[in-house]
Every structure is written in structure tokens, then in C-alpha cells.
């Protein structure tokens, strides 16, 4: 602390014989200082020369300090703070006490940490996430806190693969990300990232800061129904959110993407099953704006290097089978969500019944026909997909089981898997709808070598029941 100012007393008490007049201010008394190596000059100061106040002093201890008799001292320890006089240009510094023992604490406090850190994956700011490693693979999982983006995670690091979640939470759980986390916990191997990917600059930077070898991209709003209540939302949030990833992706050469699409962008076709030559005619926002997101991908990758995959699947049911992980949409999206949670709702008594919208469509028990694939044989196709991807080149498969089942059917099986007795309610046709879709996944199956194995659909609904018992609140956490 710099002194710059002296305590003014009575001229005939402070006159003793350490007393001189300084040069320039001969009108100011100043204490002559102690031989000392550097010298320096000590001045009573306006703070006292401890951290204890100065009336709590010992009157002989302040005058030792201060090279002021012990009488005076005593006189000026019982005399209240009188007025102050700046000295300029004097530079007086006050000794610190026991300053060399708080360095030597200090710095050697300063070199412990320094050790610490250099063990450390992070230290200096390079962690393992920003940069490239051989023989491993980072992928970055958007949308990764979500239901299938969880699943497909739990996947990639079974698989010794790097992951970073990238999720805004608006419909993912927290909670799944710190399983993963508990099951995982290695350094290197898994970290999230909160970030809305409709941020342009907070993409930039996530891409900057990680060294991605691959992108699964999962996150988007995926509900019929919500779609056309909300277009605008579905079109930003699929549509211009995929840009954005592209962007980022060309701009820090990301050279491998995975892309989560549907078989929505189908529509209503003529014939059955679908495949993958099938036109593309979609009749809700939600199949538009899926369709538009691929043809994005499709126009960059022809002036691209980029091994680009298309997973167009159908209506996904299931959980992890060890239990780990499940479905646990937030209770506001009930109403728009698949209808094994709402077959769930139904059977643990959340909501009176079951509502089947459309009885009418022509099928044999004018209820919807759909193709039901297990969410870990689709988890598995992403993997297949991420390992053949080559450069240059685009893949695009329909992912389902071949087999279509009515919601009639469906309905029966969840009955089955849960041993409950379901109220169901029978309403018009909602929205969007289309009354047959299932898939030929001979494609996918001769070129990827992959083949839907949980075909059985009350054996994937008891999976998924069974997560749902124990955890009735979901993860419990958003």
C-alpha cells in the first residue's frame, strides 16, 4: 500500500531526536529513516501498521515500530485522527510484514497447481475433444439428450467411440446424459454441450473448439401432428438448424455426416412397401421439412468430398434391453407424441385411456398401417451407416422391418406387454396422417449388412414397459 500521506501533531511533541525537516517542505516534519537494506522511508500512516485497529495497540509496541518514544507514543495512541497533507513526489512504501513467508506460500501453492494440471486432459486449454487422435473416432451427437440420440450414444461408446452431446435440452432429458455420464465417466470419452443449434455463432464456436471426425445429426422437432399446428417452427428448427450444422461441418472439415430423416418425406405413395426410389411427396410440414433438409445435403455433397448418409425410418418403439436408458417425453407433449407412451400413459393409469384417431382408413381394421422398428436396431443402423461412409459418396436407406401392423394390432400388443386393461377412445383422423407405410429394407440390408433382430412387438413394448415401471417420473431430471 503506498503512503501518501503523513499524520500532522503537535510540532513540539514530534521534534525529538530522529526528527528532520525534509528539503523542499521544510514546514512538514518527517521521521529519519533506519539504516535499512534497501532503505526506505516509514511514516506514521492513516492505517495502523497491523490489521488489528489502532486503538487495540500496544502504545509501547507502536512506538518500537515506528521509532517513536514510548511516552509519545502512549500520548498519540489516546489522540484522535487529525487532518492529513498530501507530499507529492514521494514514493514511500510500507514494509509488509512477514512478506517473503506469504511469497514462498504462494508460489509454492502456484507450483502444486501447475503439477496438478499438467496432468490433467484439459490443461493449457487442449483437451482430447479438440483434437484429432488416430484410431479414434469423435463424433458429435446433436440432439444427443433425446430418445434415440441417447440410445444411439449409449452405442457409439460401447463402441470405444468418442462422443459430444450437443443438445438445448427443449425436448431432451438431462437425466439420460448423466446416466451416460455414470456409465462412462473416463475422461475423453463424453461430454455435453448445452447449445440451440439455431445460434449460428455458438455452432461456429463449438466447431472450433472440438475436432469432430463425424456428425449423427438427430436434433429437430419430430411430431405429425405439432407440425401442422406450428410449419414456421418445423422449418426452422429442421430445415434452416440442418444449414447450420452443414455450414459448420464444411467450414472446419468435418468430412463424414449421418443424418436422422423419415419416412414421412414419402407421403402417402401409391404403392407398398416403400423403397428407396419411391417419390418423395410429403403432405405435413414435418415430412417437408425433412425432404427439404436432405436436398440441402444432397446439392452440397455433389461439390463436396463429404460421405454423406440418409437413414429414412419409420415408427421407432423400444428401450435400452439392460434397462439403462428409455422414452420419457415431457408431459406437455403427450398429446403429440408416439403412441407406445401414450399406450403407457394409458396402462399405469396417468391418463383415463387411449385415444386411436381414424377408423376409416381403408385397411382391414380401418385403423393406420405402420412399420414399428426397435430404437436398438436402429441405433445399430446408424453404426453400420458411420462405418461404411465413404467420401464422396451419399447412401440413403429406408430403416424398418418390412412388416406393417395396424394401430388396432399395436393397441392389443401393448395390452399384452403390460397386463393392463386400456380404455380406448375412437376419434376422427388427425391431420397429416396417411393410412399405409412400411418399408423394403432389402437395401439396407445388402449393401450395410443390417437386419431389424427385435421384430417381435410386444417383446419391444415389455422392454420398453419395463423401463417405464421404474421410473415412472422419467430420468427425473430435464
Not at 530522529?18 to 533506519?34: A, G, S, T
Not at 427443449?170 to 448423466?178: C, D, E, K, T
Request: aromatic share 8%; proline share 7%; charged share 25%.
Amino acid at each position: 500500500m503506498d503512503i501518501t500521506h503523513l499524520e500532522i501533531h503537535d510540532r513540539r511533541k514530534l521534534q525529538t531526536p530522529e526528527v528532520q525537516r525534509h528539503p523542499q517542505f521544510p514546514q512538514l516534519p518527517f521521521l529519519k529513516p533506519r539504516p535499512r537494506s534497501p532503505p526506505h522511508f516509514v511514516l506514521l500512516s492513516r492505517s495502523p501498521p497491523s490489521s488489528l485497529p489502532l486503538r487495540s495497540q500496544d502504545p509501547r509496541r507502536l512506538g518500537r515500530h515506528h521509532g517513536v518514544p514510548a511516552s509519545h507514543a502512549r500520548r498519540l495512541h489516546r489522540r484522535p485522527r487529525s487532518s492529513s497533507v498530501a507530499v507529492p513526489g514521494m514514493d514511500i512504501a510500507r514494509r509488509k510484514p512477514n512478506f517473503v513467508g506469504k511469497v514462498a506460500v504462494a508460489a509454492a501453492l502456484t507450483v502444486m497447481c501447475i503439477l496438478v494440471l499438467k496432468q490433467s486432459p484439459g490443461f493449457g486449454g487442449t483437451s482430447v475433444f479438440s483434437r484429432h487422435e488416430t484410431g479414434v473416432t469423435h463424433v458429435l451427437v446433436t440432439g444427443g439428450a433425446g430418445y434415440i440420440g441417447s440410445h444411439a450414444t449409449l452405442r457409439l461408446l460401447t463402441d470405444n467411440y468418442r462422443v459430444t452431446i450437443v443438445d438445448n435440452l427443449s425436448r431432451g432429458n438431462m437425466g439420460a446424459v448423466r446416466v451416460l455420464q455414470r456409465l462412462f465417466p473416463e475422461p475423453g470419452r463424453l461430454q455435453f454441450i448445452y447449445t440451440d443449434l439455431g445460434d449460428p455463432k455458438a455452432v461456429n464456436k463449438m466447431f472450433s473448439e472440438n475436432a469432430f471426425d463425424a456428425v449423427m445429426h438427430f436434433a429437430a422437432v419430430a411430431y405429425v401432428g405439432e407440425s401442422t399446428q406450428e410449419p414456421l417452427r418445423y422449418y426452422h428448427n429442421i430445415t434452416s438448424n440442418t444449414l447450420t450444422v452443414l455450414e459448420a461441418m464444411a467450414a472446419y472439415n468435418v468430412k463424414t455426416l449421418i443424418y436422422s430423416s423419415t419416412c414421412a418425406t414419402y407421403g402417402e405413395p401409391d404403392t407398398m412397401p416403400i423403397t428407396e426410389t419411391t417419390p418423395q411427396n410429403p403432405i405435413n410440414p414435418y415430412g417437408k421439412a425433412k425432404k427439404m433438409s436432405e436436398d440441402i445435403i444432397l446439392d452440397f455433397s455433389k461439390k463436396s468430398d463429404m460421405a454423406v448418409m440418409i437413414l429414412r425410418y419409420f415408427n421407432v418403439i423400444g428401450s435400452d434391453p439392460e434397462g439403462r436408458l428409455g422414452e420419457a417425453p415431457r408431459p406437455e407433449l403427450r398429446e403429440h407424441g408416439r403412441i407406445s407412451g401414450a399406450c403407457f400413459d394409458a396402462a399405469s393409469g396417468t391418463i383415463p385411456g387411449l385415444k386411436v384417431r381414424g377408423t376409416d382408413y381403408p385397411t382391414a381394421d380401418g385403423t393406420c398401417i405402420r412399420d414399428y422398428i426397435d430404437v436398438t436396431d436402429l441405433v445399430d443402423a446408424h453404426v453400420k451407416a458411420l462405418g461404411k461412409a465413404e467420401p464422396k459418396k451419399v447412401g440413403i436407406y429406408n430403416v424398418g422391418t418390412g412388416q406393417g401392423r395396424s394401430v388396432h394390432e399395436f393397441v392389443e400388443a401393448c395390452k399384452m406387454a403390460t397386463g393392463a386393461t386400456i380404455k380406448v377412445e375412437l376419434l376422427s383422423r388427425r391431420p397429416g396422417d396417411y393410412a399405409e407405410v412400411y418399408s423394403d429394407p432389402s437395401k439396407i440390408r445388402d449393401e450395410l449388412n443390417w437386419t431389424a433382430r427385435h421384430t417381435d412387438l410386444r417383446e419391444s413394448l415389455a422392454t420398453a414397459w419395463k423401463w417405464q415401471k421404474t421410473h415412472p417420473g422419467g430420468y427425473g431430471l430435464t
